[in-house]
């Protein structure tokens, strides 16, 4: 059955602090990695990643993925408090190179103190 | 539209009663899915659509639940005879037939109380 494990399940700083979020996968026919920052209810897209080793930057917001040891991290670094939110990061199972169904993990809630 | 438009944006059903739940894509997008967001739970797949044609179906939980798009643009999901577990947030995504390095675009999604 494939999986997708995030961790830490929650996360409290205050801002300016630098935080590592996880993503573990276990799946078949992989594609690609999808990060998604959630704060009311539409997820919205951050990164895309199918390359080990190349880091995707977006700001403060950087990732990068590791296909040999199924994992990804998501890194932010000079936390704001509008960077609260749950990221969940999913794994694209390829129906063919254009689309493909995403299984997802159970996310990892960000809380930011001022 | 410029984004992916869902409705009702809240819906509360009793248990037994027949929902219907619409999604609009955004103009021009070939792919369609739904998803189910359990209360502190990541989105679970339901169904795939690429234009008119249901390719996958593989996550409808039971056969209370049908999807549809006619006409390859607007989808329709609907539950018949609700209950209580299907109470959740129902999240609609599309993206074009080319779309890159770029993840899907959700809709805000219907949230789903069955009493």
């Known amino acids: 059955e494939d999986k997708v494990v995030q961790s830490p399940l929650s996360l409290v700083v205050h801002e300016g602090d630098t935080v590592t979020l996880n993503c573990s996968y276990e799946?078949?026919?992989?594609?690609?990695l999808l990060w998604y920052k959630q704060e009311k209810k539409a997820p919205t897209f951050l990164f895309m990643l199918?390359?080990?080793?190349i880091e995707k930057k977006s700001g403060r917001l950087s990732s990068i993925l590791d296909k040999k040891e199924l994992f990804s991290i998501l890194n932010i670094t000079a936390t704001q408090t509008g960077d609260s939110a749950i990221y969940l990061c999913?794994?694209?199972?390829?129906?063919?190179?254009?689309?493909?169904?995403?299984?997802f993990g159970d996310g990892t809630t960000l809380t930011v103190k001022p | 539209g410029a984004g992916v438009s869902q409705s009702p944006r809240y819906k509360v059903a009793k248990r037994g009663q027949d929902v219907a739940l619409r999604c609009d894509p955004i103009?021009?997008?070939?792919?369609l899915f739904w998803y189910q967001q359990a209360l502190g739970q990541g989105p679970e797949f339901l169904t795939y659509?690429?234009?008119?044609?249901?390719?996958?179906k593989s996550g409808l939980p039971s056969d209370r639940f049908f999807a549809e798009r006619p006409e390859g643009s607007v989808s329709t999901l609907k539950i018949q005879r609700t209950q209580q577990e299907d109470s959740a947030v129902y999240l609609c995504?599309?993206?074009?037939?080319?779309?890159?390095?770029?993840?899907?675009?959700f809709g805000s999604g219907t949230r789903l109380t069955v009493v």
């Open positions: 199918t390359s080990s080793g």
């Open positions: 103009s021009g997008h070939v792919s």
């Open positions: 659509f690429q234009n008119e044609a249901q390719l996958d």
């Open positions: 999913a794994v694209d199972i390829g129906y063919n190179t254009n689309a493909g169904k995403s299984t």
């Open positions: 799946v078949t026919n992989f594609r690609s």
């Open positions: 995504a599309s993206s074009p037939w080319d779309r890159g390095y770029y993840g899907y675009t």
